[in-house]
Protein backbone atom coordinates (compact mmCIF):
# COMPACT_ATOMS: atom_id res chain seq x y z
CA UNK A 1 0.00 0.00 0.00
CA UNK A 2 1.01 3.79 -0.54
CA UNK A 3 1.02 5.08 2.80
CA UNK A 4 -1.44 7.63 3.74
CA UNK A 5 -1.73 10.12 1.08
CA UNK A 6 -4.74 11.61 2.17
CA UNK A 7 -4.51 15.31 2.33
CA UNK A 8 -1.71 15.23 0.84
CA UNK A 9 0.01 17.89 -1.43
CA UNK A 10 2.23 17.97 -4.57
CA UNK A 11 3.33 19.97 -7.52
CA UNK A 12 2.83 18.46 -11.13
CA UNK A 13 2.76 15.17 -12.64
CA UNK A 14 0.57 13.52 -15.83
CA UNK A 15 -3.49 13.44 -15.54
CA UNK A 16 -4.01 9.65 -16.56
CA UNK A 17 -6.51 6.98 -16.71
CA UNK A 18 -6.35 3.91 -14.81
CA UNK A 19 -7.60 1.48 -17.91
CA UNK A 20 -6.90 -1.92 -16.22
CA UNK A 21 -4.83 -1.12 -13.80
CA UNK A 22 -5.19 -1.15 -10.26
CA UNK A 23 -6.01 2.35 -8.66
CA UNK A 24 -3.93 2.36 -5.48
CA UNK A 25 -4.50 5.86 -4.45
CA UNK A 26 -6.29 8.78 -6.30
CA UNK A 27 -6.58 12.44 -6.16
CA UNK A 28 -9.79 14.56 -4.78
CA UNK A 29 -10.98 14.98 -7.76
CA UNK A 30 -10.63 11.13 -9.11
CA UNK A 31 -7.40 11.37 -11.17
CA UNK A 32 -5.26 7.80 -10.66
CA UNK A 33 -2.41 8.55 -8.25
CA UNK A 34 -0.42 5.35 -8.30
CA UNK A 35 -1.70 2.39 -9.97
CA UNK A 36 -0.37 -1.44 -10.31
CA UNK A 37 -1.12 -3.78 -13.39
CA UNK A 38 1.19 -6.76 -13.01
CA UNK A 39 4.57 -5.69 -12.63
CA UNK A 40 3.98 -2.18 -14.15
CA UNK A 41 3.85 0.61 -11.13
CA UNK A 42 2.46 3.81 -12.23
CA UNK A 43 3.50 7.20 -9.89
CA UNK A 44 2.02 10.26 -11.06
CA UNK A 45 2.82 12.68 -8.39
CA UNK A 46 6.29 14.80 -9.69
CA UNK A 47 8.11 13.63 -6.93
CA UNK A 48 11.34 16.07 -7.49
CA UNK A 49 9.43 19.31 -8.54
CA UNK A 50 7.30 18.57 -5.22
CA UNK A 51 10.63 18.28 -2.99
CA UNK A 52 12.65 20.61 -4.84
CA UNK A 53 9.59 23.80 -4.29
CA UNK A 54 9.23 22.39 -0.68
CA UNK A 55 11.96 21.75 0.53
CA UNK A 56 14.28 24.75 -1.12
CA UNK A 57 11.51 27.16 -0.59
CA UNK A 58 10.16 30.25 -2.75
CA UNK A 59 12.79 32.26 -4.34
CA UNK A 60 13.62 36.15 -4.13
CA UNK A 61 14.81 37.55 -0.90
CA UNK A 62 12.23 39.85 0.19
CA UNK A 63 8.64 40.03 1.87
CA UNK A 64 6.03 37.80 0.87
CA UNK A 65 2.57 37.98 0.98
CA UNK A 66 1.44 36.73 4.46
CA UNK A 67 -2.04 35.37 5.55
CA UNK A 68 -4.60 38.23 6.38
CA UNK A 69 -5.40 36.60 9.83
CA UNK A 70 -3.06 37.60 12.30
CA UNK A 71 -1.37 34.45 12.96
CA UNK A 72 1.98 35.87 11.33
CA UNK A 73 3.14 38.91 10.06
CA UNK A 74 5.36 39.12 7.34
CA UNK A 75 5.76 42.99 6.14
CA UNK A 76 8.62 43.70 8.20
CA UNK A 77 10.99 44.33 5.35
CA UNK A 78 13.83 41.31 6.56
CA UNK A 79 13.50 38.03 4.92
CA UNK A 80 12.74 35.14 7.67
CA UNK A 81 11.66 31.92 6.56
CA UNK A 82 8.04 32.47 6.41
CA UNK A 83 8.23 34.55 3.75
CA UNK A 84 10.06 31.29 1.56
CA UNK A 85 7.90 28.90 2.47
CA UNK A 86 6.76 27.22 -0.99
CA UNK A 87 3.18 25.89 0.90
CA UNK A 88 -0.17 28.08 1.00
CA UNK A 89 -1.15 29.96 4.20
CA UNK A 90 -4.64 28.70 3.44
CA UNK A 91 -4.97 25.51 1.59
CA UNK A 92 -1.85 24.33 3.47
CA UNK A 93 -2.34 25.02 7.31
CA UNK A 94 -4.85 23.02 9.64
CA UNK A 95 -5.97 24.28 13.36
CA UNK A 96 -4.44 23.69 16.35
CA UNK A 97 -6.19 24.73 19.27
CA UNK A 98 -7.77 27.65 17.71
CA UNK A 99 -4.16 28.91 15.85
CA UNK A 100 -3.44 27.44 12.10
CA UNK A 101 -0.15 25.81 11.61
CA UNK A 102 1.38 23.68 9.16
CA UNK A 103 0.47 20.27 10.50
CA UNK A 104 1.13 18.27 8.04
CA UNK A 105 4.52 17.38 6.52
CA UNK A 106 3.64 16.75 3.05
CA UNK A 107 6.85 15.90 1.45
CA UNK A 108 7.89 13.32 3.62
CA UNK A 109 4.24 11.54 3.27
CA UNK A 110 4.75 12.02 -0.89
CA UNK A 111 8.47 10.62 -0.11
CA UNK A 112 7.49 7.74 1.90
CA UNK A 113 4.48 6.74 -0.62
CA UNK A 114 7.60 6.45 -3.69
CA UNK A 115 10.16 4.77 -1.38
CA UNK A 116 6.62 1.98 -0.70
CA UNK A 117 6.07 1.79 -4.47
CA UNK A 118 9.88 1.28 -5.13
CA UNK A 119 10.28 -1.33 -2.54
CA UNK A 120 6.85 -3.54 -3.72
CA UNK A 121 8.19 -3.08 -7.39
CA UNK A 122 11.26 -4.85 -6.40
CA UNK A 123 9.71 -7.83 -4.11
CA UNK A 124 7.24 -8.35 -6.83
CA UNK A 125 9.93 -9.53 -8.84
CA UNK A 126 11.34 -11.51 -6.32
CA UNK A 127 14.59 -9.70 -5.52
CA UNK A 128 15.52 -8.27 -1.85
CA UNK A 129 16.55 -4.67 -1.24
CA UNK A 130 19.16 -3.01 1.42
CA UNK A 131 18.11 0.57 2.96
CA UNK A 132 19.91 2.75 5.35
CA UNK A 133 17.92 4.01 7.95
CA UNK A 134 17.53 7.55 8.13
CA UNK A 135 18.05 7.94 11.95
CA UNK A 136 20.92 6.86 14.37
CA UNK A 137 20.51 2.86 15.94
CA UNK A 138 17.09 2.75 13.76
CA UNK A 139 15.24 4.82 16.43
CA UNK A 140 11.90 5.62 15.97
CA UNK A 141 12.53 9.76 16.00
CA UNK A 142 15.02 12.17 17.20
CA UNK A 143 14.63 15.07 18.88
CA UNK A 144 17.11 18.09 18.85
CA UNK A 145 17.08 21.24 20.76
CA UNK A 146 18.82 24.52 19.82
CA UNK A 147 19.20 27.10 22.43
CA UNK A 148 20.04 30.66 21.01
CA UNK A 149 22.02 32.86 23.22
CA UNK A 150 22.88 36.37 22.16
CA UNK A 151 24.28 37.55 25.52
CA UNK A 152 22.88 36.47 28.76
CA UNK A 153 24.67 36.40 31.96
CA UNK A 154 27.12 33.77 33.43
CA UNK A 155 25.11 32.63 36.12
CA UNK A 156 21.39 32.41 34.00
CA UNK A 157 23.19 30.63 31.50
CA UNK A 158 24.89 28.00 34.13
CA UNK A 159 21.27 27.53 35.49
CA UNK A 160 19.73 26.62 31.81
CA UNK A 161 22.79 24.33 31.38
CA UNK A 162 22.35 22.56 34.86
CA UNK A 163 18.37 22.02 33.88
CA UNK A 164 19.35 21.32 30.05
CA UNK A 165 21.32 18.07 31.70
CA UNK A 166 18.90 17.46 34.69
CA UNK A 167 16.22 16.46 31.96
CA UNK A 168 18.99 14.57 29.92
CA UNK A 169 18.68 16.24 26.70
CA UNK A 170 21.45 17.16 24.14
CA UNK A 171 21.44 20.57 22.70
CA UNK A 172 23.58 22.71 20.59
CA UNK A 173 24.30 26.18 21.62
CA UNK A 174 24.19 29.38 18.79
CA UNK A 175 26.29 32.39 19.96
CA UNK A 176 27.60 34.89 18.16
CA UNK A 177 31.10 35.64 18.01
CA UNK A 178 33.27 35.63 19.70
CA UNK A 179 31.24 34.09 21.96
CA UNK A 180 30.80 33.24 25.76
CA UNK A 181 34.53 32.75 26.61
CA UNK A 182 36.64 29.22 26.54
CA UNK A 183 35.38 28.18 29.99
CA UNK A 184 31.80 27.79 29.42
CA UNK A 185 32.30 26.41 26.12
CA UNK A 186 34.62 23.74 27.76
CA UNK A 187 31.54 23.11 30.30
CA UNK A 188 29.51 22.44 27.22
CA UNK A 189 31.83 20.09 25.19
CA UNK A 190 32.30 18.30 28.31
CA UNK A 191 28.38 18.01 29.20
CA UNK A 192 28.16 16.57 25.67
CA UNK A 193 26.55 19.49 24.58
CA UNK A 194 27.10 21.07 20.78
CA UNK A 195 28.39 24.58 20.26
CA UNK A 196 27.26 26.88 16.91
CA UNK A 197 27.11 30.20 15.47
CA UNK A 198 24.32 32.55 15.77
CA UNK A 199 25.48 34.44 12.88
CA UNK A 200 24.94 38.23 11.44
CA UNK A 201 23.32 38.36 8.25
CA UNK A 202 26.65 39.75 6.90
CA UNK A 203 29.26 39.07 4.15
CA UNK A 204 30.39 35.59 2.89
CA UNK A 205 34.02 36.76 4.14
CA UNK A 206 32.25 37.82 7.81
CA UNK A 207 31.18 34.41 7.89
CA UNK A 208 33.75 32.40 7.42
CA UNK A 209 35.68 35.07 10.24
CA UNK A 210 32.59 34.63 12.83
CA UNK A 211 32.84 30.78 12.13
CA UNK A 212 36.71 30.91 13.15
CA UNK A 213 36.46 33.25 15.98
CA UNK A 214 33.91 31.08 17.64
CA UNK A 215 35.42 27.46 16.84
CA UNK A 216 39.14 28.43 18.11
CA UNK A 217 37.32 28.12 21.84
CA UNK A 218 36.99 25.07 21.12
CA UNK A 219 40.24 24.13 19.45
CA UNK A 220 38.45 23.94 15.92
CA UNK A 221 38.71 25.85 12.40
CA UNK A 222 35.00 26.57 12.91
CA UNK A 223 31.68 25.98 14.38
CA UNK A 224 29.51 22.70 13.06
CA UNK A 225 26.47 24.57 12.38
CA UNK A 226 25.00 28.23 12.01
CA UNK A 227 21.63 29.99 11.86
CA UNK A 228 21.05 33.21 11.23
CA UNK A 229 20.39 36.06 14.07
CA UNK A 230 16.48 37.24 14.25
CA UNK A 231 15.11 34.11 11.71
CA UNK A 232 16.86 36.13 8.87
CA UNK A 233 17.00 34.14 5.51
CA UNK A 234 19.97 34.20 4.16
CA UNK A 235 20.26 37.11 1.19
CA UNK A 236 23.49 35.56 -0.93
CA UNK A 237 22.15 32.92 -2.96
CA UNK A 238 25.96 31.49 -2.51
CA UNK A 239 25.73 31.47 1.29
CA UNK A 240 25.08 27.81 1.27
CA UNK A 241 28.09 26.53 -0.85
CA UNK A 242 30.29 29.39 1.14
CA UNK A 243 29.24 27.66 4.60
CA UNK A 244 29.95 24.39 3.01
CA UNK A 245 33.33 25.55 1.99
CA UNK A 246 34.03 26.29 5.50
CA UNK A 247 33.40 22.99 6.76
CA UNK A 248 30.19 23.60 8.17
CA UNK A 249 27.75 20.74 8.31
CA UNK A 250 24.41 22.38 9.24
CA UNK A 251 22.11 25.47 9.07
CA UNK A 252 18.79 25.51 11.14
CA UNK A 253 17.47 28.66 9.37
CA UNK A 254 14.45 26.83 8.03
CA UNK A 255 12.17 27.84 11.00
CA UNK A 256 9.33 30.13 11.74
CA UNK A 257 9.26 32.36 14.54
CA UNK A 258 5.77 33.19 14.85
CA UNK A 259 2.18 31.49 16.08
CA UNK A 260 0.96 30.58 12.79
CA UNK A 261 4.22 29.52 11.36
CA UNK A 262 4.66 26.49 13.44
CA UNK A 263 4.65 23.14 12.13
CA UNK A 264 6.52 22.10 8.70
CA UNK A 265 6.97 25.28 7.04
CA UNK A 266 8.78 23.60 4.20
CA UNK A 267 7.01 20.31 4.26
CA UNK A 268 9.62 17.95 6.12
CA UNK A 269 10.38 16.61 9.33
CA UNK A 270 14.11 15.31 7.69
CA UNK A 271 16.71 16.54 7.74
CA UNK A 272 17.97 17.30 3.52
CA UNK A 273 20.33 18.40 1.80
CA UNK A 274 19.51 21.67 -1.09
CA UNK A 275 20.36 20.58 -4.53
CA UNK A 276 23.22 22.04 -6.69
CA UNK A 277 22.51 23.27 -10.41
CA UNK A 278 25.46 21.01 -11.26
CA UNK A 279 24.23 18.40 -10.01
CA UNK A 280 27.13 18.28 -6.80
CA UNK A 281 27.19 16.10 -3.98
CA UNK A 282 25.93 18.91 -1.18
CA UNK A 283 27.46 17.85 2.57
CA UNK A 284 25.60 21.21 3.97
CA UNK A 285 22.66 19.46 6.01
CA UNK A 286 19.24 21.51 6.07
CA UNK A 287 17.78 20.95 9.64
CA UNK A 288 14.48 22.23 9.47
CA UNK A 289 12.30 23.18 12.47
CA UNK A 290 8.78 22.56 13.78
CA UNK A 291 8.96 25.02 16.81
CA UNK A 292 10.48 28.23 18.13
CA UNK A 293 10.02 29.52 22.04
CA UNK A 294 9.21 32.06 22.36
CA UNK A 295 6.85 33.11 19.64
CA UNK A 296 6.00 29.36 18.03
CA UNK A 297 2.43 27.85 18.93
CA UNK A 298 3.70 25.39 21.38
CA UNK A 299 0.38 23.60 22.37
CA UNK A 300 1.05 21.91 18.76
CA UNK A 301 4.10 20.43 20.04
CA UNK A 302 2.38 16.91 20.85
CA UNK A 303 0.86 16.87 18.15
CA UNK A 304 4.03 17.37 15.80
CA UNK A 305 5.85 14.76 17.78
CA UNK A 306 3.88 11.94 16.62
CA UNK A 307 3.71 13.14 13.31
CA UNK A 308 7.66 13.23 13.29
CA UNK A 309 7.84 9.76 14.95
CA UNK A 310 5.74 8.13 12.71
CA UNK A 311 7.92 9.26 9.58
CA UNK A 312 11.09 8.76 11.20
CA UNK A 313 12.04 11.98 11.46
CA UNK A 314 13.51 14.83 13.74
CA UNK A 315 11.42 17.17 15.79
CA UNK A 316 14.09 20.26 15.84
CA UNK A 317 12.78 22.29 18.44
CA UNK A 318 14.54 26.34 19.14
CA UNK A 319 14.56 27.83 23.01
CA UNK A 320 16.07 31.52 23.56
CA UNK A 321 17.86 32.41 26.95
CA UNK A 322 15.25 35.66 26.84
CA UNK A 323 12.87 33.47 27.67
CA UNK A 324 11.80 33.74 31.48
CA UNK A 325 13.53 30.75 33.40
CA UNK A 326 10.54 29.36 34.45
CA UNK A 327 9.39 29.14 31.13
CA UNK A 328 12.60 27.58 29.99
CA UNK A 329 12.46 25.40 32.61
CA UNK A 330 8.56 24.19 31.61
CA UNK A 331 9.72 23.69 28.17
CA UNK A 332 12.33 21.68 28.90
CA UNK A 333 10.12 19.32 30.78
CA UNK A 334 7.38 19.31 28.41
CA UNK A 335 10.48 18.46 25.72
CA UNK A 336 11.73 15.80 28.17
CA UNK A 337 8.27 14.23 28.17
CA UNK A 338 7.66 13.84 24.37
CA UNK A 339 10.74 12.37 24.10
CA UNK A 340 10.00 9.46 26.70
CA UNK A 341 6.26 8.94 24.97
CA UNK A 342 7.39 8.83 21.50
CA UNK A 343 11.25 7.09 22.27
CA UNK A 344 12.82 9.64 20.66
CA UNK A 345 16.71 9.63 20.73
CA UNK A 346 17.90 13.04 22.12
CA UNK A 347 20.84 14.52 19.79
CA UNK A 348 22.19 17.89 19.25
CA UNK A 349 21.21 19.19 15.95
CA UNK A 350 25.41 19.81 15.45
CA UNK A 351 25.52 15.73 15.76
CA UNK A 352 22.62 15.14 13.89
CA UNK A 353 24.07 17.39 10.96
CA UNK A 354 27.30 15.07 11.52
CA UNK A 355 25.53 12.01 11.15
CA UNK A 356 22.98 12.99 8.18
CA UNK A 357 26.08 14.12 5.96
CA UNK A 358 27.98 10.91 7.27
CA UNK A 359 25.20 8.61 5.85
CA UNK A 360 24.76 10.84 2.69
CA UNK A 361 28.26 10.34 1.64
CA UNK A 362 28.25 6.21 2.68
CA UNK A 363 29.10 4.88 -0.29
CA UNK A 364 26.92 1.00 -0.75
CA UNK A 365 28.43 -1.82 -3.26
CA UNK A 366 26.25 -4.92 -3.52
CA UNK A 367 29.49 -8.17 -3.72
CA UNK A 368 27.93 -11.50 -5.01
CA UNK A 369 27.41 -12.42 -1.29
CA UNK A 370 26.73 -9.09 0.54
CA UNK A 371 27.45 -5.31 0.43
CA UNK A 372 30.69 -3.14 1.08
CA UNK A 373 30.03 -0.13 2.09
CA UNK A 374 32.46 3.15 2.73
CA UNK A 375 32.14 6.73 4.02
CA UNK A 376 34.66 9.43 3.89
CA UNK A 377 33.74 10.32 7.62
CA UNK A 378 32.66 8.51 10.97
CA UNK A 379 29.23 7.30 10.88
CA UNK A 380 28.53 5.81 14.64
CA UNK A 381 25.09 4.38 15.00
CA UNK A 382 24.67 3.70 11.32
CA UNK A 383 21.70 1.03 10.62
CA UNK A 384 20.91 -1.14 7.73
CA UNK A 385 17.32 -2.26 6.87
CA UNK A 386 17.06 -5.55 5.08
CA UNK A 387 13.29 -7.48 4.55
CA UNK A 388 12.90 -9.97 7.50
CA UNK A 389 15.09 -13.01 7.04
CA UNK A 390 17.93 -11.41 5.29
CA UNK A 391 20.93 -10.60 8.13
CA UNK A 392 24.66 -10.22 7.85
CA UNK A 393 27.21 -12.84 9.41
CA UNK A 394 28.26 -12.24 12.73
CA UNK A 395 25.98 -9.23 13.36
CA UNK A 396 23.07 -9.34 15.62
CA UNK A 397 19.94 -8.39 13.80
CA UNK A 398 16.32 -6.67 15.39
CA UNK A 399 13.18 -6.79 13.76
CA UNK A 400 10.94 -3.66 12.88
CA UNK A 401 8.93 -1.88 10.51
CA UNK A 402 9.46 0.32 8.40
CA UNK A 403 7.86 2.10 5.21
CA UNK A 404 4.84 -0.56 5.88
CA UNK A 405 6.88 -3.92 5.53
CA UNK A 406 8.69 -6.00 8.21
CA UNK A 407 12.12 -5.27 8.44
CA UNK A 408 15.53 -6.15 10.21
CA UNK A 409 17.50 -3.86 11.26
CA UNK A 410 21.51 -4.11 11.69
CA UNK A 411 23.13 -1.35 13.09
CA UNK A 412 27.06 -0.70 12.42
CA UNK A 413 29.54 2.05 13.60
CA UNK A 414 31.26 3.07 10.31
CA UNK A 415 34.99 4.76 10.58
CA UNK A 416 35.71 7.18 7.77
CA UNK A 417 37.77 6.11 4.73
CA UNK A 418 37.84 2.43 6.18
CA UNK A 419 35.53 0.60 3.85
CA UNK A 420 33.49 -2.61 5.44
CA UNK A 421 32.16 -5.50 4.02
CA UNK A 422 29.09 -7.60 5.05
CA UNK A 423 27.97 -11.65 3.78
CA UNK A 424 24.30 -12.12 3.82
CA UNK A 425 23.14 -14.59 6.06
CA UNK A 426 19.61 -15.94 8.05
CA UNK A 427 19.62 -13.05 10.60
CA UNK A 428 20.15 -13.91 14.19
CA UNK A 429 17.71 -12.17 15.98
CA UNK A 430 18.67 -10.86 18.92
CA UNK A 431 16.22 -10.62 21.99
Known amino acids: QPGDLEGGRFFGGPRVGAGEAKILAESADGHPLITRKDRV ?7 GRTLGLMLGGAGGCGDAVGPGDGSAFTADGISRAEDRTALDWAEDRQDSGGTPVFARPYADLLADAWIRVVLAAVESVGRPWLLL ?7 AAVLSVLIE ?8 RERRLRAMLRFGLRSCWLFPAPGPGAAFVRTLRG ?11 GSLDDLRLQSQSLGRLFGQTGVPL ?5 GRWPADPEWGPAAEAIGIMGEAHRCGRQPGTTGFLF ?4 PFFAGSPQGRLRRLASLPGALHIPGGHQPFLVAAAGQVARLSGSLLVSLSTEMAEEDFNRML ?11 MLPLSPDQLARFVVGRRSTAMEGTPSGVRLESEIAVPGLTLATPAGIGWQGRDSRSGEMHGRSCLFTQIDLEGRAPMTLQATQANLAA
Not at 41 to 47: M, R
Not at 149 to 156: H, I, L, N, V
Not at 333 to 343: C, K, P
Open 333 to 343: QSLYMTARQHQ
Open 149 to 156: DPGTEAED
Open 41 to 47: WFFAPDL
Open 226 to 230: VRLEN
Open 133 to 139: HPLPAHR
Open 267 to 270: GTTR
Open 191 to 201: ADQGVGLLARD
